[in-house]
C-alpha cells in the first residue's frame, strides 16, 4: 500500500448522521491536541502494543534519514494506554492529513479508567504500508531517532514528550522507555 493514505481514509467509514466519535490516541495525539474536542478521557485498548515501527519521512524524518514513530502490533494479552477524544467527524479532514504517511483508521473497543466500554477510531500503520520499518534492537530505534529530525522536528523530541506523557498517564510502556533510556545514557555518536 502506498504510504499515503489520505484517501484510502476518506472512504474508509460512512460517518453520515454521527454527531461525534471517539477516537482513541497512543502517540503524539496525547501530546498535539492541535484539534478540538468535546471531552477527553483516559482510556486503554486490549490486544495491542505500542512500538517504534513506523518510519516518519513528513514530520520526524525526511525520505532520505527517515525516523521512526510508533504504530500498533496486535499482541494478545498486551493493553495500550492512552488518551481518547471525544470530536466531531469533521476532525478527521485535519488528522487524515496529519497522518497520512501509512495509517488507516481501525475501528476499536476502548476500555475508560473507570471501566465502562465506548467504540472508536484508532490511527494504525500497518506492515504492508511503505514507511513501516520493523522490529529493530532498542539501542538502534534510540540512534536512528537521535539522528533523524523532519519538518515537526527532531525525532528525539518525540521520544521524549510521547515517553513523559505516558509517564503522566501512569503507564508502565516498557518498549518506550527502554529506547527512551538508550537514548538519554549516551551522546549520539556513541548509541
Ligand atoms: C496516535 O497518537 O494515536 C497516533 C499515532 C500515530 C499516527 C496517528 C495517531
Not at 500498533?72 to 498486551?78: K, R, S, T, V, W
Request: include cysteine; hydrophobic fraction near 35%; charged fraction near 25%.
Amino acid at each position: 500500500m502506498s504510504a499515503d493514505t489520505t484517501e484510502h481514509n476518506r472512504n474508509r467509514q460512512d460517518f453520515s448522521g454521527i454527531e461525534s466519535i471517539w477516537l482513541f490516541g497512543y502517540g503524539s495525539l496525547i501530546y498535539k491536541v492541535d484539534f478540538p474536542y468535546l471531552e477527553k478521557r483516559p482510556a486503554s485498548i486490549q490486544g495491542w502494543a505500542r512500538r517504534f515501527w513506523q518510519g516518519s519521512h513528513d514530520h520526524r524524518g525526511t525520505p532520505e534519514a527517515p525516523g521512526r514513530v510508533v504504530t500498533l502490533i496486535e499482541q494478545p494479552g498486551a493493553k495500550c494506554k492512552g488518551m481518547a477524544f471525544r470530536v466531531s467527524p469533521k476532525v478527521f479532514e485535519h488528522l487524515d492529513v496529519r497522518e497520512k504517511n501509512g495509517y488507516l483508521r481501525f475501528t476499536t473497543t476502548l476500555t475508560f479508567d473507570n471501566g465502562s466500554h465506548g467504540e472508536g477510531l484508532v490511527y494504525i500503520a500497518t506492515e504492508d504500508n511503505e514507511a513501516f520499518l520493523g522490529e529493530a534492537p532498542d539501542a538502534d530505534i534510540a540512534r536512528q531517532i537521535a539522528s533523524a529530525v523532519g519538518p515537526s522536528g527532531p525525532n528525539s523530541e518525540y521520544l521524549l514528550r510521547l515517553a513523559e506523557s505516558l509517564r503522566a498517564l501512569g503507564d508502565e510502556c516498557t518498549h518506550t522507555f527502554a529506547i527512551e533510556s538508550c537514548l538519554k545514557k549516551a551522546p549520539e555518536e556513541d548509541l
